[in-house]
């Protein structure tokens, strides 16, 4: 067996819908599940999808528009000064651009402004309203930011400035004083798609101001759509797919000279590129100083300065990279030190002065390694305060359980599944408290193991390279539309092996029904050694078209891995054994003997004590091989014994070494022919010297001394010889009895029989032999010898 790393999720699907929808658009039925499991679920939705026909909806319908674009009119109008306030992430950023863009069209007399996240941090301040009003400014436009500023709405109102509020965060219970709020999450909104990022929803206020979808603010609005990782469906999808396409063509020098520094030609820009490139440089920019050269970067027409600007984004980026390196190494040891997740549900770590820049991605790392909700706070000795990221696990929904600890929050603000805080350095061990106890009134055991998701169950003959591609229509890939995920069960290995410099991947050919699949598992080749010759797998991953030489053909990128039957391996006639089973997981492994001297002999790295030595039924009968890699380190004394072992049950797998010395006893048993032989020669030469004589007749006959004496024993037994010091004299008139009569003979008939099926047996006869045994052990007709012994284990 082999556990999978993650809990499987295998959605659920409607077969009536998939049948129509592939039959009318004339797509694989593969397809038409991922259509209808993400929400797609008439004939002339997932057309309209799969063709890029759908449009946006009429920004006019979030409620509160109307009276923003009216108050955004009269300040154009009249030239009044109208400052932008945004944030300093890549939605925020690019929520910034959108908008400047939009009222610069409008020739508004407009400016912008950022907090610095280290010296003012998130969202709108008093001090920064009391400076803009001081600068002339008449009006305030918050984008990605305010739905939390109520104490700075009602600044706005006493110094005689107007507040428009646009935003995608999670409202509180009480909303701020704006002149206006355009949210698509407002209570007692009707807007048809709610998840639009904060670039998503300046991208609306542009399109109501410009009176047209604004088409060449795509490019921008697409990075802060990605980058904030909302769900990609619905007009996120829209603004990914079309922004996806102007950015390839985008006239913005600063995004050319962007991808540049990147290494991406514009014409290979998708969404990898902004989720693992030009966002996380946006992001660093804001990370580590103030985000005003992101907004320049995005805003420039001149090359030179865009090109400047890229080289320090990028710079800075590698400096964030290595921040995050170094926090995370220090988080990881403070969790595992002072609050190891068995004992929390919820980690919360605080350090002094750890940048409360990447202190998000510290947290998403150690969920990543941990699996908790966690928070990772940046204490400011100071100012009395810890400034703290949290991210969470399905099930956790940190917005609401941060909610029930507003009394010590008094900044707070994100979503289900991030938030960011801050809160006094005194109450840091009591919100720990408090959300340790929460997750355990919420959260089970299973909550704990991390869940994959998966789109569709489908055998190697439903992949092709049509249907890949066809798949790929359903791109751009993101949050909410996540790379399309398949699972494989039952599928047989025909080759597996490590590749790599450093032979850390694996590479695999699965097949049924001698249709083959190439595979690869990035970072799994460890798992070459957990995977059993012909083993059946289970195996989910993502399948891409491998392009080589100009020969295309499917591949599936492995993710994960299961086999859900025992599994044997055969280490008989391998070198350094010892290794194999050290590396064997100590709460698993079960090492099995029959010999008091086989460890002193095998000389295993291990402690011996661990071994457990068998000698009679009786032990044998105690033995739980339940759910253990069993290592057999030497021949058992007889196929019976071996029988009362897996009689209760076979192991997850069985490690067979089977080690015997090397001057063990013959293991050819002589023929009948052999008996024959020797029979008629000792009626012509009895009575027959062994002493002088047994060498020179074994070596002439190609037999062993041993093989001889061996036969010559049997004739004793049988009553066929006397033998008296050394001489061997032949009855006259034996009476007739067969070989197997011989105590001697049965004995080592048994042992060579023994020693064919444990040791020179190859692995396929080998597992047989345990398969086939065990399925006897359950036949009612063969049961009555292990009755007992089975109602023990049961």
């Known amino acids: 067996m082999l556990a999978p790393k993650t809990r499987w999720q295998v959605k659920h699907v409607d077969q009536n819908k998939v049948n129509m929808i592939a039959q009318a658009l004339n797509i694989a039925p593969l397809v038409a599940t991922l259509l209808v499991n993400r929400g797609y679920h008439t004939i002339e939705a997932a057309q309209s999808f799969l063709n890029g026909k759908e449009s946006f909806h009429s920004p006019f319908l979030l409620d509160g528009m109307d009276k923003a674009i009216d108050r955004i009119e009269k300040a154009i109008a009249t030239g009044e000064r109208i400052l932008v306030f945004g944030d300093y992430d890549a939605d925020g950023v690019s929520s910034t651009a959108v908008m400047l863009t939009a009222l610069q069209q409008r020739g508004a007399n407009v400016d912008y402004y950022i907090p610095n996240r280290f010296s003012e941090g998130y969202g709108p301040n008093e001090n920064a309203f009391r400076a803009a009003k001081d600068d002339g400014v008449s009006l305030i436009i918050t984008v990605d930011t305010g739905i939390a500023a109520l104490h700075e709405a009602e600044i706005a109102k006493q110094l005689g400035m107007d507040l428009i509020i646009t935003d995608h965060h999670e409202p509180g219970p009480t909303l701020p004083d704006a002149y206006a709020i355009v949210h698509p999450k407002k209570p007692g909104s009707t807007y048809p798609f709610k998840d639009l990022a904060g670039v998503g929803v300046a991208f609306k206020v542009a399109h109501a101001l410009l009176g047209r979808v604004p088409n060449e603010l795509l ?25 996806i396409e102007q950015l390839k063509r985008t006239n913005r020098v600063g995004l050319k000279a962007l991808c540049k520094q990147c290494g991406v030609s514009l014409s290979d820009v998708d969404e990898d590129t902004i989720a693992f490139m030009i966002g996380p440089r946006i992001n660093a920019v804001g990370r580590l100083d103030c985000a005003d050269r992101a907004v320049q970067l995005l805003m420039t027409k001149d090359e030179e300065e865009a090109m400047m600007l890229a080289e320090q984004i990028d710079e800075m980026n590698r400096e964030r990279q290595q921040l995050v390196n170094e926090i995370t190494e220090e988080a990881i040891q403070l969790v595992e030190t002072h609050y190891p997740p068995e004992n929390n549900a919820v980690l919360v770590v605080a350090k002094e002065n750890w940048n409360v820049g990447v202190i998000g991605i510290v947290a998403s790392r150690l969920v990543e390694r941990f699996y908790r909700p966690t928070i990772v706070l940046s204490i400011d000795r100071e100012k009395g305060v810890a400034k703290g990221s949290a991210r969470s696990i399905e099930g956790f929904d940190l917005f609401a359980n941060l909610s029930s600890c507003r009394d010590i929050l008094p900044h707070f603000g994100g979503h289900p599944m991030a938030a960011g805080m801050t809160l006094a350095i005194e109450h840091i061990e009591e919100l720990r408290m408090r959300l340790n106890t929460a997750a355990r009134q919420q959260l089970t055991d299973d909550d704990f193991i991390p869940i994959t998701a998966i789109d569709v169950q489908c055998s190697i003959d439903d992949i092709s390279l049509e249907t890949i591609e066809q798949m790929n229509r359903l791109s751009p890939f993101g949050m909410g539309n996540p790379k399309p995920r398949i699972l494989l069960q039952n599928v047989q290995v025909d080759l597996i092996r490590r590749i790599g410099a450093e032979q850390n991947h694996m590479k695999a050919v699965l097949s049924v029904n001698g249709k083959t699949l190439d595979a690869i598992g990035f970072g799994l080749g460890s798992l ?17 078209i491998n392009e080589w030489n100009h020969f295309r053909k499917p591949q599936l990128m492995i993710q994960d891995v299961a086999i859900d039957e025992w599994q044997l391996f055969d280490i008989r006639h391998m070198r350094n054994v010892g290794k194999i089973i050290d590396s064997l997981p100590k709460e698993k492994r079960l090492l099995i003997a029959f010999r008091s001297e086989t460890a002193a002999e095998l000389q295993l790295p291990i402690d011996h004590t661990e071994i457990v030595y068998i000698r009679t039924l009786e032990e044998a009968k105690a033995i739980d091989l339940r759910e253990k890699y069993v ?4 021949l058992p004394p007889s196929q019976q014994m071996m029988q009362v072992l897996i009689s209760c049950s076979l192991p997850e797998r069985i490690y067979a070494l089977f080690y015997q010395r090397e001057n063990h006893f013959f293991s050819v048993l002589p023929t009948r022919e052999h008996f024959k032989w020797l029979y008629a020669f000792l009626r012509k030469r009895s009575p027959f010297d062994l002493k002088r004589y047994a060498d020179d007749l074994a070596r002439s006959r190609g037999w062993t001394k041993e093989t001889l004496l061996f036969m010559i024993q049997v004739f004793h037994e049988l009553e066929f010889v006397a033998i008296e010091n050394g001489i061997v004299s032949l009855h006259h008139h034996p009476a007739k009895r067969d070989l197997t009569q011989s105590p001697t003979y049965r004995s080592k008939q048994a042992q060579v029989e023994l020693e064919n099926i444990f040791l020179y047996s190859s692995y396929h006869q080998l597992k047989r032999w345990f398969e086939d045994t065990k399925r006897s052990l359950n036949e009612e007709e063969n049961f009555h010898g292990f009755e007992t012994i089975r109602n023990d284990c049961s």
Not at 222 to 232: E, F, H, K, R
Not at 528 to 544: C, M, Q
Request: no cysteine; proline share 4%; aromatic share 2%.
């Open 219 to 243: 490019d921008v609005a697409a990075i802060g759509t990605i980058a904030d990782l909302v769900p990609l469906r619905g007009e996120n999808h829209l603004i990914a797919r079309l922004g």
């Open 631 to 634: 290592v057999f380190l030497d």
């Open 528 to 544: 070459t050694e957990e995977i059993s010759p012909n083993a059946r797998l289970s195996v989910v991953g993502e399948l891409v």
